[in-house]
Protein backbone atom coordinates (compact mmCIF):
# COMPACT_ATOMS: atom_id res chain seq x y z
CA UNK A 1 0.00 0.00 0.00
CA UNK A 2 2.57 2.53 0.92
CA UNK A 3 4.50 1.57 -2.24
CA UNK A 4 1.67 2.18 -4.49
CA UNK A 5 0.82 5.53 -2.69
CA UNK A 6 4.42 6.23 -3.58
CA UNK A 7 5.12 7.07 -0.32
CA UNK A 8 8.28 4.98 0.08
CA UNK A 9 11.87 5.85 -1.63
CA UNK A 10 15.71 4.73 -2.14
CA UNK A 11 18.09 7.71 -1.90
CA UNK A 12 15.08 9.80 -2.71
CA UNK A 13 13.62 8.12 -5.89
CA UNK A 14 10.20 6.38 -5.75
CA UNK A 15 10.71 2.36 -5.09
CA UNK A 16 7.66 -0.11 -7.24
CA UNK A 17 6.62 -3.20 -6.40
CA UNK A 18 8.91 -5.82 -6.87
CA UNK A 19 12.29 -3.81 -6.69
CA UNK A 20 15.18 -5.05 -4.91
CA UNK A 21 16.86 -3.46 -2.27
CA UNK A 22 20.76 -3.67 -1.34
CA UNK A 23 20.97 -3.11 2.46
CA UNK A 24 24.44 -2.31 2.43
CA UNK A 25 24.37 0.89 0.01
CA UNK A 26 20.35 2.24 -0.06
CA UNK A 27 18.58 4.94 2.21
CA UNK A 28 15.54 3.69 2.50
CA UNK A 29 12.58 6.64 3.72
CA UNK A 30 8.92 6.36 3.82
CA UNK A 31 6.91 9.83 3.81
CA UNK A 32 10.70 11.37 3.62
CA UNK A 33 11.90 9.71 7.12
CA UNK A 34 14.69 7.68 7.00
CA UNK A 35 14.71 4.26 8.01
CA UNK A 36 17.61 2.55 8.91
CA UNK A 37 18.14 -1.13 6.66
CA UNK A 38 21.25 -2.44 7.83
CA UNK A 39 20.76 -5.85 9.69
CA UNK A 40 23.45 -5.16 12.10
CA UNK A 41 21.81 -2.61 13.90
CA UNK A 42 20.35 -3.11 16.88
CA UNK A 43 18.51 -0.94 19.31
CA UNK A 44 17.47 -1.84 23.02
CA UNK A 45 15.28 0.09 24.94
CA UNK A 46 15.94 -0.70 28.90
CA UNK A 47 15.28 0.54 32.13
CA UNK A 48 18.21 2.10 33.99
CA UNK A 49 17.76 1.12 37.64
CA UNK A 50 18.88 4.08 40.12
CA UNK A 51 22.99 2.63 41.23
CA UNK A 52 23.44 2.31 37.84
CA UNK A 53 26.06 3.84 35.67
CA UNK A 54 25.26 5.27 32.34
CA UNK A 55 28.84 4.20 31.17
CA UNK A 56 30.64 1.03 29.48
CA UNK A 57 32.94 0.70 32.33
CA UNK A 58 33.45 1.88 35.58
CA UNK A 59 37.16 2.45 37.48
CA UNK A 60 35.45 2.16 40.76
CA UNK A 61 33.68 -1.25 39.88
CA UNK A 62 30.35 0.37 39.96
CA UNK A 63 27.76 -1.74 37.59
CA UNK A 64 26.80 -0.45 34.81
CA UNK A 65 24.23 -0.16 31.47
CA UNK A 66 26.82 -2.63 29.29
CA UNK A 67 26.04 -5.33 32.02
CA UNK A 68 21.90 -4.95 31.31
CA UNK A 69 21.88 -5.92 27.53
CA UNK A 70 23.47 -8.65 25.50
CA UNK A 71 27.47 -8.01 25.07
CA UNK A 72 27.06 -8.53 21.50
CA UNK A 73 26.76 -6.56 19.37
CA UNK A 74 28.30 -4.16 21.52
CA UNK A 75 25.70 -1.25 21.68
CA UNK A 76 26.41 2.30 23.53
CA UNK A 77 24.67 4.35 26.04
CA UNK A 78 22.51 7.17 24.13
CA UNK A 79 22.58 10.44 26.48
CA UNK A 80 22.65 9.75 30.18
CA UNK A 81 20.85 9.72 33.07
CA UNK A 82 22.77 9.96 36.14
CA UNK A 83 23.71 8.10 39.27
CA UNK A 84 20.47 8.22 41.15
CA UNK A 85 18.40 8.61 38.48
CA UNK A 86 16.04 5.87 37.00
CA UNK A 87 14.16 5.05 33.92
CA UNK A 88 14.14 4.50 30.03
CA UNK A 89 17.25 4.96 27.51
CA UNK A 90 18.14 3.82 24.62
CA UNK A 91 21.37 1.91 23.82
CA UNK A 92 22.48 1.62 20.55
CA UNK A 93 25.18 0.44 17.69
CA UNK A 94 23.68 2.30 15.28
CA UNK A 95 25.30 6.38 15.23
CA UNK A 96 22.76 8.33 13.34
CA UNK A 97 19.53 7.58 15.39
CA UNK A 98 22.17 8.32 18.61
CA UNK A 99 23.23 11.65 16.97
CA UNK A 100 19.25 12.49 16.37
CA UNK A 101 18.41 11.36 20.06
CA UNK A 102 20.62 13.44 21.32
CA UNK A 103 22.03 16.56 19.81
CA UNK A 104 20.19 19.59 20.68
CA UNK A 105 19.09 20.52 17.14
CA UNK A 106 17.06 17.82 16.86
CA UNK A 107 14.93 18.69 20.01
CA UNK A 108 13.58 14.56 20.60
CA UNK A 109 11.92 15.59 23.52
CA UNK A 110 12.23 13.11 27.30
CA UNK A 111 9.69 13.20 29.90
CA UNK A 112 10.63 13.59 33.50
CA UNK A 113 8.66 12.70 36.84
CA UNK A 114 10.06 14.12 39.60
CA UNK A 115 9.08 13.65 43.28
CA UNK A 116 10.07 16.77 46.16
CA UNK A 117 9.52 17.09 49.62
CA UNK A 118 7.60 19.95 48.77
CA UNK A 119 4.42 21.99 47.50
CA UNK A 120 5.40 23.41 44.15
CA UNK A 121 4.02 26.37 43.50
CA UNK A 122 3.14 27.40 39.61
CA UNK A 123 5.22 30.32 39.51
CA UNK A 124 8.04 28.16 39.74
CA UNK A 125 6.96 25.98 37.23
CA UNK A 126 6.28 28.94 34.64
CA UNK A 127 10.22 29.88 35.73
CA UNK A 128 11.17 26.56 34.80
CA UNK A 129 9.71 26.76 31.31
CA UNK A 130 10.61 30.21 30.59
CA UNK A 131 14.24 29.82 31.56
CA UNK A 132 16.53 29.60 34.51
CA UNK A 133 20.20 30.48 34.16
CA UNK A 134 22.21 27.86 35.34
CA UNK A 135 26.33 28.01 36.05
CA UNK A 136 26.69 26.72 32.18
CA UNK A 137 23.87 28.86 30.55
CA UNK A 138 19.96 29.02 30.46
CA UNK A 139 18.16 25.75 30.90
CA UNK A 140 14.34 25.89 30.04
CA UNK A 141 11.94 22.90 30.26
CA UNK A 142 9.81 22.71 27.18
CA UNK A 143 6.67 21.80 29.55
CA UNK A 144 6.55 21.69 33.19
CA UNK A 145 2.91 20.49 35.36
CA UNK A 146 1.82 19.09 38.55
CA UNK A 147 1.04 15.53 38.50
CA UNK A 148 0.11 14.61 41.91
CA UNK A 149 0.62 16.58 45.41
CA UNK A 150 -0.26 14.39 48.59
CA UNK A 151 1.42 14.67 51.49
CA UNK A 152 3.86 16.94 51.16
CA UNK A 153 5.08 16.10 48.35
CA UNK A 154 4.93 17.03 44.71
CA UNK A 155 5.30 15.15 41.56
CA UNK A 156 6.02 17.08 38.74
CA UNK A 157 6.63 16.02 34.49
CA UNK A 158 8.82 17.82 32.92
CA UNK A 159 9.75 17.41 29.58
CA UNK A 160 13.04 18.63 28.09
CA UNK A 161 14.64 18.37 24.48
CA UNK A 162 18.45 18.26 25.48
CA UNK A 163 19.95 16.54 28.01
CA UNK A 164 23.08 18.10 30.17
CA UNK A 165 24.90 17.07 32.45
CA UNK A 166 22.30 16.91 35.87
CA UNK A 167 20.42 19.16 34.37
CA UNK A 168 17.04 18.77 35.94
CA UNK A 169 18.74 18.76 39.41
CA UNK A 170 20.70 21.94 39.20
CA UNK A 171 17.44 23.20 37.86
CA UNK A 172 15.19 21.90 40.64
CA UNK A 173 18.52 22.98 43.13
CA UNK A 174 18.12 26.48 41.82
CA UNK A 175 15.35 26.70 43.59
CA UNK A 176 15.81 24.96 46.52
CA UNK A 177 13.71 22.09 45.62
CA UNK A 178 15.45 18.43 46.94
CA UNK A 179 14.73 15.68 44.30
CA UNK A 180 13.44 12.67 46.35
CA UNK A 181 13.04 10.49 43.01
CA UNK A 182 13.71 11.55 39.26
CA UNK A 183 12.28 8.79 36.35
CA UNK A 184 12.67 9.53 32.90
CA UNK A 185 9.62 7.95 31.26
CA UNK A 186 9.50 8.69 27.99
CA UNK A 187 11.84 9.52 25.28
CA UNK A 188 9.98 10.67 21.83
CA UNK A 189 6.76 8.81 21.95
CA UNK A 190 8.87 5.89 23.02
CA UNK A 191 6.82 4.26 26.23
CA UNK A 192 6.62 1.50 27.84
CA UNK A 193 5.47 0.77 31.69
CA UNK A 194 5.84 -3.27 31.51
CA UNK A 195 9.39 -2.80 31.97
CA UNK A 196 10.86 -3.34 35.72
CA UNK A 197 14.19 -2.11 36.26
CA UNK A 198 17.06 -3.70 35.02
CA UNK A 199 14.88 -5.04 31.99
CA UNK A 200 14.75 -3.92 28.20
CA UNK A 201 13.52 -5.09 24.87
CA UNK A 202 14.34 -4.26 21.03
CA UNK A 203 13.22 -1.14 19.79
CA UNK A 204 10.42 -2.07 17.10
CA UNK A 205 10.95 -0.46 13.71
CA UNK A 206 7.57 1.84 14.34
CA UNK A 207 9.27 3.47 17.36
CA UNK A 208 12.83 4.27 15.48
CA UNK A 209 10.47 5.59 12.64
CA UNK A 210 8.80 7.72 15.22
CA UNK A 211 12.07 8.92 16.69
CA UNK A 212 13.68 9.95 13.31
CA UNK A 213 10.08 11.60 12.60
CA UNK A 214 10.50 13.82 15.39
CA UNK A 215 14.18 14.30 14.98
CA UNK A 216 13.07 15.32 11.37
CA UNK A 217 10.19 17.46 12.07
CA UNK A 218 12.38 19.99 14.79
CA UNK A 219 14.69 20.62 11.98
CA UNK A 220 11.86 21.57 9.83
CA UNK A 221 11.13 24.40 12.19
Known sequence: MLIAQGRVTVDGVAVHVGDRLDPATTDLAIDGIRLPLDTELVTWLLYKPPG????????????????????EPVTNPVGRLDLHSEGLMLMTNDGDL??????PRYRV???????????????????????????????AA??????????????????????????????FESFDLPIERLVRTAIGEVVDRTLDP???REL????????YRLAAKETDR
Open 52 to 71: VITTMDDPQGRPTVRTIVPA
Open 142 to 171: KSARVLDTSRGRTIIELVLTEGRKREIRRL
Open 98 to 103: ALRVTH
Open 204 to 211: TMDEIRSL
Open 109 to 139: PKTYQVLVPASVAPSILHKMVSGVMLDDGMA
Open 198 to 200: GSF
